[in-house]
């Protein structure tokens, strides 16, 4: 069998935790920064799990992680 490709847009946007957990980067932090306080910013630059709900389309996207 081939191997499967991975999806490049979701391989950057996705990362795989050592236990096989995915991370994702959360939204609204592209511009309009001026307007969000320093808490909001600093607590917008971490990473944070991804739902269960999605975990199944990026595992299909990302069959290697």
Request: net charge positive; no cysteine; proline share 3%.
């Amino acid at each position: 069998m081939p191997k499967l490709k991975s999806h490049r847009g979701a391989a950057k946007r996705f990362k795989f935790t050592g236990t096989g957990k995915i991370k994702r980067s959360k939204a609204f932090m592209g511009h309009m920064l001026t307007s969000k306080s320093s808490k909001r910013t600093r607590s917008l630059k971490n990473r944070t799990l991804l739902e269960k709900a999605d975990y199944g389309k990026i595992k299909k996207l990302l069959p290697y992680g």
